[in-house]
Each structure stands twice: as C-alpha cells, then as structure tokens.
C-alpha cells in the first residue's frame, strides 16, 4: 500500500512543481523541453516495445494512424482544429490511464498482491521504483496540456482518473496484466500512444508576453534544451531500470541493436564528419569542376569511381553527399557517389570474400557499380537543388583575399561538426531506431514463411527504409544464404540495405524535394530488382560458404568514438532545443515551435 501511496503522491507533484515555477517564457520552454522528451521517449521506448511484444508488428502501423489521424482530420475538417484536438487529448490520456492500470499491477508485485511476490524479488521492487519516477512526468503533462484551457476542474479529474486506474491496476494485478497482454488491447495501446505523441509534438505554451527577439529566441533554445537533458536522463535511468526484466525481451533487444549500430557506426560517421569539414573548408573549385565536365553518363561514372572504394557506411556518407552539393556537385556525380559509396567499401569486399564466396563478391561488386551509374544518370538528370542560405561574407574583405590554412580549418571544422551534425543527425538517430525496431520483428521467424516468388521483392523492400552497413550486413547475408536464401534476394538486400534509408530519403528530400527522393528510390529499387535476378538466373548453382558469426566485440575506436559522437548530438540538440533538432523529420504534422495549436 506504501508504494500504491506513493505512486500517488509522485503523480500530483507534477502540477505542484508546475505552480511553483514563475510562468516566463524560459521556465516554460524549459518544462516544454522536459515533457517533450520524457514522455515522447516513455511511448517511443517502453510502451511500444510492450504493445510489439503482444501485438506484433502491427503495433506499429496502429500507433502511426494514432500519431497522423489527428493532424489528417485538422486538414479534412477546417474550422475544427480545437474539436480535433481535443479528441486527440482524450484519446492519448486515455492510454494514460491504461499504462496508469499496468503501473498500479507492476506496483503490487513486490508487496506480493499478484500471489507471485515470492518470484520477482529485487526486480519487483527496481520495477516499482521506476513507476515512481515517471509518474512525475506524467502528472506534469497532464497539468501542463489540460489547465491552460480547459481549466481547473478537467485537469483535476484528468489526474483522479489516473489516480483510480492505478487503484484498480494495483487492486486486480493478475486480472488487469492478462487483460493489457491481450493482441487487440496491444494494437489499442499502440493508437493511443500515437494520438498521445500527437499531442506531445504541439506546444500549449508559446511566447505567452510577445518577445520574439533573437537573444530571448537563442536564450529560450537552451532552457529548452537543459529540459530535454533533464527529461533525457531520467528516461535513460527509467528504461535501464525497465531492462533488468525478463519480461521486456523486445526492450532489450531493441537496445541492444542500438547500441551495436551506434557502435559500429560512431567511427565512421566522426571520419565522415571530419572529412566532410575538411572537404568544404579546402576544396578547391578545380575538383568541382573536374565532376562537373562531360556528360551525365561521365559525372556519373566519376561519382561512383570515386565512392566505391571508400570505406564509409550509409550514415557517414550523408554528410559528404550534402557537403558535395553544397560545393556545387552536379547531382548526377553526387548521387552515384552516394550510391557507390555505401554499397561496397574495401572492408565490405575483403570480408565478402571469407564469408559470402567468390561468386557472390563479384556478382555484388558488379552490381553495386552498375546501380550506383544508372541511379547517377536517372536521378540526376531531373534532380534540381533547392537554394541554400549563402554564407555571410564581410563587406570589407577584398575579392583577392584568400583566407589563411587556420581560417579553412576553423571554417571546415565548424562546417562539418557543427553545421552537418545539426542537419544530419536527427536523421541519422532516427534511422538508428527504426531498424532497432526492425530488429525483433525479423528474428521473430516472420520469414520462414515467405514463398519463393516473394524472396527478391520482399529482401528489396526490407532492406530500403532500414540502416544497415555493407560491412555490418555481410555476416547477416551470410547466415540468410545459409538458411536458404537465393543469392539473389540477399544481394538485393545488401544493394538496397546501405544505399537507401529513411536517413538518405530525408536528406534527399530536404535538398533536391520529395519528387527527387521519391524517383530515387523508386529507379534503385527497379534497378535492384532487375540486378538480383539476373543473379539467380546466372548463379543456378551457388553453394554457400560455410562460416560461422562470432559475436561483435567493442574495439578501442569504437570505444573513442561512440562518446564523442554523442557529445557532437548532445550538443547539437541542447544548443537549437528538440523541437528543432526534429523538425526536419516531421514537417508534416508540424512539430516545430512554429505551430500551435488553440489550447
């Protein structure tokens, strides 16, 4: 009963702190910035993986119609913004108050109300503790959304109802874990949390006294920002807690397959971003040009000569493709680079050669070349680059005055880990995590099903809004070949795996338009198709190799570089605030500071 009280407790100092806190533009932005991430990031990583855990991957289009509904009905429904609004507020408390009835059953396993207490031991009580923790938060938003203008008594009731189904949650343990665990529950669960996103994503509060200028602006982003740090640790603390459990296995393995990615990428994307830098800041007009000459077929066989061998991955690449057509690269040079670069570095090849056979090293370098030359030529020959801001330049400094190798250094730096972190990484984390969520879903034995005629377009598909790495992908190939999967279909996953994503399809759509990032997906996908099985009809007898993937271990790079490419994001995002740093990726439904909604 102590910790039913306390659950209670924590869940009205929200509102209390709330209160307490003087209504100025920086102490709200700071609480915006705390709920954003807190309670985005409790949907995101504790009650999806919950609702994928019973629901499957339908889950996720569920709680996609939950999260687009809402702004989709704003559009249909002129005039009813605050109607639609509304709903959506009900329907994301509402699936507050079901998370409410879990936290009050997690809350009596340790006091031993569920007649398993005996079982859970230290666990129950690590599980209690995290309930108390996020309660705060949740209390807060209530408050924080409800009272501005619904009023006192809404918000107060909003808070009872989530006070009684923790009493009932914690009264009827058993009944209430069976009822949540059901696959129509999962999928209901998982629409709430979307329309709760919804409501997340707008602002109720914004600039309430009218000062908009730039020092209050700058000023505002960082006490934005050290809410989002604030709200960040403590779900850090709440999902570590969560992770201890056996019975959060997607939890842990999403986690885990984040932590991998990030590991094997964080040395690539520093090189990529250093590089990057460097690349603007000492660049000269000579190489552009020199991409820029002949034909399309040309630029394009020039783009791909040059990115085929580098060894950097899907991730790290993005931030040279825009450096490239920042500098002027015609698109046709810069696409079958980003294309080429990716597919087939010379680690990846070195490793096909052990683990997939020479036949299948070939038929992957051979294909790799001819997709990155053909997306060049297609994409690039209707691509158009959206204008980019034009660098301030001083009005004293001469035309003939070149700056200093100190000047370019300090100017590429800041180009590269500043500038392109802020532009590329919200991409580059979020494409992280869809195929951590991606994960689970395909070890769940959801392939052993699929007929042969489905295995090259179902590969193709797979691997093009996921992140993967041609180097990390090899081993997984290697394991698919061995379980049955006909060269061809793994070549199309390792074709369109490290060249398309939901990273590379943002940049695209951010520089060239959402017609070019469309097209380009859409000719690597023909094109891909038509390599594979042209693979399958000329290797009729491929054997694969028998080999083994031994476990990834951490090396000191890796190690080095996993923090500092934290810190560059870290910093990016306390510095322009969440709600900017993920602006790009949401557009649609309006994330940006710039929409509110009548609250």
Same mark, same amino acid.
């Given at each position: ?66 999260? /687009? ?55 129950? #009580? ?5 309930? /108390? ?9 209530? #408050? ?13 009731? *909003?808070?009872?109802?989530?006070? !009684? ?6 009264? +009827? ?45 700058? @000023?505002?982003? #960082? ?33 885990? *397959? ?9 040395? !690539? ?14 660049? &000269? ?14 630029? +394009? ?31 046709? !040079? ?52 959206? &204008?980019?801001? @034009? ?7 001469? !035309? +003939? %005055? ?18 392109? $972190? ?30 042969? #005629? ?13 992140? $993967? ?9 290697? $394991? ?19 060249? *398309? ?16 990032? $469309?097209? =380009? ?59 900017? =740093? ?14 509110? %909604?009548?609250?």
């Amino acid at each position: 009963m102590s910790l039913l009280i306390a659950s209670i407790v924590t869940l009205f100092s929200g509102p209390l702190v709330y209160d307490l806190l003087p209504k100025r533009n920086q102490w709200l932005n700071l609480l915006d910035g705390f709920i954003f991430i807190s309670i985005g990031g409790l949907v995101l990583a504790m009650i999806l993986p919950e609702t994928l855990s019973h629901g499957g991957w339908w889950s996720l289009l569920f709680m996609l119609i939950g999260l /687009l509904l809402p702004s989709l009905s704003e559009r249909i429904f002129h005039g009813r913004t605050r109607e639609t609004h509304i709903v959506a507020l009900f329907l994301g408390f509402l699936g507050l108050m079901l998370h409410a009835m879990a936290d009050g059953a997690i809350l009596a396993l340790p006091e031993g109300h569920d007649h398993h207490g005996h079982e859970h031991g230290v666990s129950g #009580w690590s599980m209690a503790l995290g309930v /108390l923790l996020h309660r705060f938060p949740i209390g807060l938003t209530i #408050w924080w959304f409800v009272r501005p203008k619904q009023g006192l008594g809404w918000a107060m009731a *909003t808070l009872l109802l989530i006070g !009684a189904g923790t009493i009932v949650g914690y009264g +009827a343990a058993p009944q209430v874990i069976s009822m949540l665990s059901t696959e129509g529950m999962a999928w209901f669960q998982a629409f709430v949390g979307g329309s709760l996103l919804h409501v997340v994503f707008h602002q109720p509060h914004v600039h309430e006294d009218g000062d908009h200028d730039h020092h209050h602006e700058k @000023e505002n982003r #960082w006490f934005e920002g050290a809410g989002n740090l604030i709200g960040a640790v403590l779900l850090v603390f709440l999902i570590t807690e969560h992770l201890n459990e056996a019975s959060s296995p997607w939890l842990l393995k999403m986690s885990q *397959t984040f932590v991998d990615l990030a590991r094997e990428s964080a040395p !690539a994307l520093l090189i990529a971003y250093v590089l990057a830098g460097l690349i603007s800041g000492f660049m &000269p007009d000579s190489y552009i040009n020199w991409l820029k000459g002949g034909s399309r077929a040309r630029q +394009a066989t020039r783009g791909m000569l040059v990115g085929l061998p580098l060894p950097i991955c899907s991730c790290g690449v993005v931030p040279l493709y825009h450096t490239l057509i920042r500098k002027g690269a015609p698109p046709a !040079a810069a696409m079958a680079f980003l294309i080429a670069t990716p597919e087939l570095g010379l680690d990846a090849l070195l490793l096909s050669l052990p683990l997939l056979g020479t036949e299948m090293t070939l038929a992957r370098l051979i294909a790799a070349a001819l997709v990155a030359l053909m997306v060049g030529i297609a994409a690039g020959s209707f691509a158009v680059t959206k &204008p980019q801001k @034009e660098e301030k330049k001083s009005c004293c400094a001469g !035309a +003939a %005055h070149k700056p200093s190798f100190k000047q370019k250094l300090q100017k590429g730096l800041r180009e590269g880990l500043v500038d392109l $972190v802020d532009h590329t990484g919200p991409w580059i984390l979020i494409g992280l995590a869809i195929a951590a969520i991606a994960d689970p879903l395909m070890s769940s034995g959801m392939l052993t099903v699929l007929p042969k #005629w489905a295995e090259i377009p179902f590969f193709a598909l797979l691997g093009m809004p996921i992140y $993967v790495c041609a180097t990390g992908a090899t081993p997984l190939i290697a $394991v698919f070949l061995l379980n049955g999967v006909s060269p061809g279909a793994a070549l199309a996953f390792l074709l369109t795996g490290p060249a *398309t994503n939901v990273t590379t399809f943002g940049v695209l759509a951010e520089l060239h338009g959402r017609r070019t990032a $469309v097209t =380009f997906g859409a000719v690597t996908l023909l094109l891909t198709l038509v390599m594979a099985y042209a693979t399958n009809a000329l290797l009729t007898d491929f054997t694969p190799v028998a080999a083994t993937h031994e476990h990834a271990h951490w090396t000191w790079y890796q190690i080095a570089a996993l923090p500092m490419l934290a810190g560059l994001y870290l910093y990016s995002l306390i510095r322009r605030g969440a709600r900017t =740093f993920f602006a790009g990726l949401v557009a649609e439904i309006n994330i940006g500071p710039s929409h509110a %909604h009548d609250h």
